[in-house]
């Protein structure tokens, strides 16, 4: 069974620090890997899809990487602003998973920039 | 854009009430999924769905039902309002497995 896990649970930063998030997850058979930003009381919003064949997508500050054979992904955010804090969550969709391409999500990461 | 809206943001409910949380999504996407947030527990699937009155259990289907009469629209219902649902309801689509949500739903139920 497919497991994702995110490491750390929170993390606090100045701003202007370069960071990184990781994501791990068990089973290398996957379609692709997503991250998501989660603010307080609201939904997900998608940041960057890495398709299964794919090695890094990148968009803005944000660079996310993916290590199918490793089971890893990191998002690496440069130079990060207060606005950046929020929940940061990877998912995964099974390559076996069926025709509907259900989500596995980790647990999250809370970041907290501080001004 | 693709766009998931979800009918309201917060929703105050009576124990044993019929809850209906809506989902509308513009982009005639198959695929769509009601999940549950909880601290601690992270997003749990309640029920997906892979085309109209089409409908598969997810991990934790119980205490609730989903409809699907059109494409664009997918319903949770519950059926029968306990304490113990009172949790966040995030509404999802899916497009050539890209993922997009609604805003969430944060339901109470007292």
């Known amino acids: 069974k497919q497991e994702v896990t995110q490491i750390p649970a929170a993390l606090s930063v100045p701003e202007g620090e370069n960071l990184v998030l990781n994501c791990s997850f068990t089973?290398?058979?996957?379609?692709?890997l997503q991250w998501f930003r989660q603010d307080p009381g609201k939904g997900l919003t998608s940041l960057l899809l890495?398709?299964?064949?794919?090695r890094e997508q990148t968009s803005g500050r944000l660079n996310a990487s993916l290590d199918k054979s490793s089971g890893r992904s990191t998002l690496y955010i440069a130079a990060s602003q207060p606005g950046d804090s929020a929940t940061y969550l990877c998912?995964?969709?099974?390559?076996?998973?069926?025709?509907?391409?259900?989500?596995?999500f980790g647990t999250g990461t809370l970041l907290a920039v501080q001004p | 854009d693709v766009k998931v809206t979800q009918s309201s943001r917060y929703l105050v409910k009576r124990t044993g009430e019929k809850v209906f949380l809506e989902c509308v999504q513009d982009?005639?996407?198959?695929?769509m999924f009601w999940y549950r947030q909880d601290p601690g527990l992270g997003l749990r699937l309640i029920y997906f769905?892979?085309?109209?009155?089409?409908?598969e259990k997810g991990d934790i289907p119980e205490g609730y039902s989903v409809s699907r009469e059109k494409k664009e629209r997918f319903s949770l219902i519950l059926e029968s309002a306990s304490t113990n649902q009172t949790s966040m309801y995030l509404c999802?689509?899916?497009?050539?497995?890209?993922?997009?949500f609604g805003q969430g739903t944060r339901l109470t139920v007292v």
């Open positions: 890495i398709q299964s064949s794919q």
């Open positions: 999802a689509s899916t497009r050539n497995t890209e993922a997009f």
């Open positions: 089973d290398s058979a996957i379609y692709n």
């Open positions: 769905s892979y085309d109209v009155k089409m409908k």
């Open positions: 982009m005639d996407h198959e695929n």
């Open positions: 998912a995964v969709v099974p390559l076996y998973g069926g025709a509907t391409n259900k989500l596995i």
